[in-house]
C-alpha cells in the first residue's frame, strides 16, 4: 500500500508566478462556498409537517411505563403473529416466547404445519422490548394518548395511540387491562399502512417449574454477551475520533439508545441501536471489505445505484441495506417503514464509487475534513 498524500499545504508547486498552495486552497474554499450558498436555501427548507416532535400532553404514557415494568416483572408465556412489509410485500411468521422475570426472554419459531420447535436454551435479555430508553424516545417524538378499549388473544385491553405532529397515528399499543402486559403493538407509514405489527395470538402463565428452574438468571447474561458488550460514551467517542462514523442521529427522530462492540473473525463489530420509540432500526458497521460476491448469491438481495455507488438491498419484509465506504461495510436492517431507512442511509457515509472517481472522491472528503469543511 502507497503512502497517502501529504496534504495540499504541505506540497511543493513550483513557478514564481504560480499562486501558492494557500491560495489555492482559497480559491476552492471560495468556490465551494459558492456553490453551498446556492444550494443551501432549497435545503434548508422547513421541515414537512410529520417531520418534526408532536406538541401536546402526553395522557397515556403512565399506561406504557406500566406495561414496560409489567414486561419486565410478569411470567407469560404465548404465541405471537409478526408481520413486517417491505416494498417487496410482507412477510409473516410465528413465534413462542417464554419470559421469566430475572432471566429475561426465549424465543422460538412455530412450525408452519402447526407445530412447534423446541425454545432454544438460552434467554436474551438483549431481545427487543418496550423499555425505558424506548418510552423516552416515544414521549420525544410523539403525542402519545388513549383511543378507547379492544380485545387482544380474547383479553379486554386498552388502545393507546402515538400521534405524530400532522395528527395522524404514527404507531398504536394494546395493553391488557388486567396484567398491564403489552398485548399488540404496530407501527403505521405516513399513508395509513401497519408496516411492522406484533400480536399475542395467545398468552398465559408458564409453567412454575420453568420459572423456579430459572429465576438465577445466568442464561440472561450468556446471551447478552453474544450480542457483544457495550459501549460508553468515553469509547464511542474515541472511535470516533479514530474514523468510525458512529452517529448519535440517523433521521430527525431517531437517536442513538444502545452500542455494542463484538469481535468477529473478520474484525471488530460495532452494533448501534436507535429508535424513535416505535420501531428499531439496528446499525453494523465493521472495518473490511464487502464480499459482493456472496451477497449476490443470497435470495431475495439484489444490487442498487444509490448515491454514486453500490448498495446490496433486501426488502421482502424486514428491510436489508449493505454497502462498503472508504475500509468499513455498514449494514441497516430494521423493522421499520421505508421513510426511516431511507434517512438512516443518508446519515451514514455514501457507497464507495468504482474505480479512479471513487478515490478522487474519497479523497476530497479526506481533504474537506482536514480544513475542517
Known sequence: MSAPDRPLSARH???GAAPGPRAAVLVVLVLCCAVLL????????????DQRPAPGRDGA?????????????????????????????????????????????????VAEAGGE????????????ALDEAMLDALAENYRVTGAGGGEVAGRPARIVEALRADGSTAGRFWVDRESGLPLRRESVDTAGRPVHTVEFTTIGEPDPEDVRADSGGAGAASEADAWGRSLDAGELRRLRERGWRLPERIAWNMRLVEARSAQAST??????????GLSVVSVFVQQGRLDAGSLEAVEGVHAVHDRGGTVYVGES????????SDEHVYTILADAPGDSVAAAATMLPPPDAPGFWGRVRRGFDRFGEWIGV
Open 38 to 49: 446556492a444550494v443551501l436555501p432549497a435545503a434548508s427548507a422547513a421541515p414537512q409537517a
Open 61 to 109: 404514557m403512565k399506561v406504557l411505563r406500566r406495561a414496560a415494568q409489567a414486561a419486565r416483572d410478569v411470567p407469560y408465556e404465548g404465541v405471537q403473529a409478526i408481520s413486517i412489509t417491505g416494498p417487496a410485500g410482507t412477510e409473516h411468521r410465528m413465534v413462542e416466547v417464554e419470559h421469566v422475570p430475572g432471566a429475561g426472554l426465549r424465543v422460538g419459531l
Open 267 to 276: 474484525g471488530r463489530v460495532v452494533h448501534l441501536g436507535y429508535t424513535d
Open 317 to 324: 419484509g424486514r428491510q436489508l441495506r449493505m454497502w462498503e
Open 117 to 128: 420447535h423446541p425454545l432454544p436454551p438460552g434467554r436474551s435479555a438483549a431481545f427487543p
Open 13 to 15: 508547486t513550483g513557478g
